[in-house]
């Protein structure tokens, strides 16, 4: 089966940017979809298709995907981004939906 | 305002049977395909089974494929997921999720709220 791999935690400085790695083989074949989520509350779509944002997601948030990598990048950062963070993808070859195990992302 | 509402979580013993339900509206629900999503406490996001718009299209995760059954009723605007031969390890916060843009593939968006299933003796 497809499996997708995230770092545990990213920690951040308010204002720096960062960097959410999602790692799977040839993902750069699929679309990735990134998902936010606060504790209590329900994931919240934050870019789709590698690098679309969603309307009312501030610019902020970017994606890109290529080889083996897709990654979330977060500028500015601020301490509302704090939250635990998801790639998803569609695996064809099982079709089963995948996502990779979560990234906690810290503001400092 | 497009919104999903889940409901039927419980409490429920290792062997036995819950059905969750999903309401959709805001939107026009028979032309989207859905999903559920579970989490177990402390645990992160598992895909758990999917359904095109028609209904004609179903995929399961392996962990619950032949326990669970997807199935909606685009008349009520509902999703269902009928649980069976439940398992410890199937208690988790149970999400419904719209898709958007793949046939499957896509994105989920928006979520409902989720509903909490708990197996426990």
């Known amino acids: 089966s497809y499996v997708l791999t995230q770092p545990p935690s990213v920690s951040v400085a308010p204002g720096q940017t960062a960097r959410i790695t999602c790692g799977g083989n040839?993902?750069?074949?699929?679309?990735v979809h990134w998902y936010q989520q606060k504790p209590g509350q329900a994931p919240v779509l934050v870019v789709y298709d590698d690098s679309d944002r969603p309307s009312g997601i501030p610019e902020r948030f970017s994606g890109s995907n290529s080889g083996n990598t897709a990654t979330l990048t977060i500028s500015r950062v601020e301490a509302g981004d704090e939250a635990d963070y998801y790639c998803?993808?569609?695996?064809?070859?099982?079709?089963?939906?995948?996502f990779g195990g979560g990234t906690k992302l810290t503001v400092l | 305002e497009v919104q999903l509402v889940e409901s039927g979580g419980g409490l429920v013993q290792p062997g036995g049977s819950l059905r969750l339900s999903c309401a959709a509206s805001g939107f026009t629900f028979s032309s989207y395909e859905m999903n559920w999503v579970r989490q177990a406490p402390g645990k992160g996001l598992e895909w758990v089974s999917y359904i095109s718009s028609s209904g004609s299209t179903i995929y399961y995760a392996d962990s619950v494929k032949g326990r669970f059954t997807i199935s909606r009723d685009n008349a009520k605007n509902s999703l269902y997921l009928q649980m069976n031969s439940l398992r410890a390890e199937d208690t988790a916060v149970y999400y419904c999720?719209?898709?958007?843009?793949?046939?499957?593939?896509?994105?989920?968006?928006?979520w409902g709220q989720g509903t909490l299933v708990t197996v426990s003796s």
């Open positions: 999720a719209r898709e958007r843009g793949g046939s499957p593939g896509g994105w989920f968006d928006p």
């Open positions: 040839n993902i750069g074949s699929k679309s």
């Open positions: 998803q993808v569609w695996d064809s070859s099982s079709d089963h939906g995948v």
